[in-house]
């Protein structure tokens, strides 16, 4: 029996407009997904999941996850097992055993599909516990890659390489097209979450810029401005310049919210954690429901989200220097 863990993030900048070749910096912070396996005498899948801010489920299925045992409803499963299945396709083809078994647990305290990159996280955990399983150890590079892999299969070839490899190698990292590295010695980040207890759709939000930037050559500009504020961001944190950090966030959610992602409650909690006196906040990952991330050093954004209609829960979330890992 093997465990693995690696963090979910937040993104200080960047979200969408990477997906078109611009920069973005995501930050892996202290909230993790932990997956067992262990290997089964037979070829099939067994997924267990009790802690996904969901109702706990069970699945068993073989090749084909149609053919399913289930206790919970077919898109929950099918959003969670879509990520283990292709874990465990990548770890059968890292160790060249295609026809390995697994059971799965799945425990994590990232909120689903909320912008803090729990998929990534399941399938960055997944792929380096049944590795270790098989008797492979990957690099936290190559963890990336194949977690990479994973999502844009699932995403149906809108993901961009951010939250795997943010996920496999912690820390702040720099992400513009294949070219990921980590940002060294970044400031202290204090950073705060407000969570409106929904989640977004991905593929329909990344669809709708798209569809967005194609039809309006402003729309194509905002996109490239999210570029241009991101380099800007980047200089920031070089020189240590928080507040710069703050107000170059408030921009990035205007320009997110233009392009048609945010949404009632991730505005309330942004317009709050501003009234609260935070640097700056902005909505995190895809968006349409979800997550917030501000940036606030006293304790009165936090409380203040958590007096706001709009969210359901708000937590403070530091900076997690260290990725994927053994448990
Ligand atoms: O909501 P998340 O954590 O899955 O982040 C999505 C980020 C996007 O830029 C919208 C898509 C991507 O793959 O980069």
Redesign the pocket.
């Known amino acids: 029996m093997t465990t693995s863990s690696a963090p979910g993030?937040v993104?200080l900048f960047g979200?969408?407009a990477?997906?078109y070749g611009e920069p973005?910096v995501p930050c892996a912070v202290g909230r993790r997904a932990r997956v067992t396996v262990e290997e089964r005498d037979d070829d099939r899948i067994r997924v267990e999941a009790e802690d996904l801010s969901l109702d706990g489920f069970t699945v068993t299925y073989g090749d084909d996850p149609g053919d399913a045992d289930v206790n919970v409803p077919g898109d929950l499963v099918a959003a969670a097992t879509g990520y283990v299945d292709g874990a465990v396709a990548q770890a059968r083809d890292a160790a060249d055993a295609p026809d390995a078994g697994f059971s799965v647990t799945i425990e994590s305290d990232i909120p689903l599909?909320?912008?803090?990159?729990s998929?990534?996280a399941v399938a960055v955990a997944g792929i380096d516990a049944a590795t270790r399983e098989l008797g492979v150890e990957l690099t936290p590079t190559e963890l990336a890659d194949r977690a990479y892999q994973v999502?844009h299969e699932v995403?149906e070839g809108?993901?961009?390489r951010?939250?795997t490899f943010c996920s496999a190698m912690g820390g702040v990292v720099r992400v513009e097209g294949d070219d990921c590295k980590r940002l060294p010695d970044p400031p202290d980040l204090p950073f705060v979450v407000g969570y409106d207890g929904g989640a977004?759709n991905?593929g329909e939000?990344?669809a709708g810029v798209r569809d967005l930037r194609e039809r309006y050559d402003f729309a194509a500009d905002a996109v490239e401005s999210i570029g241009d504020l991101v380099r800007e961001g980047e200089r920031a944190l070089r020189g240590n310049d928080v507040t710069r950090l703050g107000e170059l966030m408030d921009f990035n959610h205007g320009l997110l919210s233009a392009l048609g992602v945010s949404a009632r409650s991730l505005d309330a909690m942004v317009w709050a954690a501003r009234g609260a006196g935070a640097t700056g906040a902005k909505l995190?990952?895809?968006g349409g429901g979800?997550c917030v991330v501000a940036l606030d050093e006293s304790d009165a954004t936090r409380t203040a989200l958590e007096y706001t209609t709009a969210c359901e829960t708000a937590f403070r979330a530091e900076l997690d220097t260290e990725g994927v890992r053994r448990e």
């Open positions: 993030k993104y979200e969408h990477v997906v973005a599909g909320a912008g803090l990159g998929s990534a999502e995403q809108q993901a961009s951010a939250d977004g991905t939000l990344v995190t990952g895809a979800g």
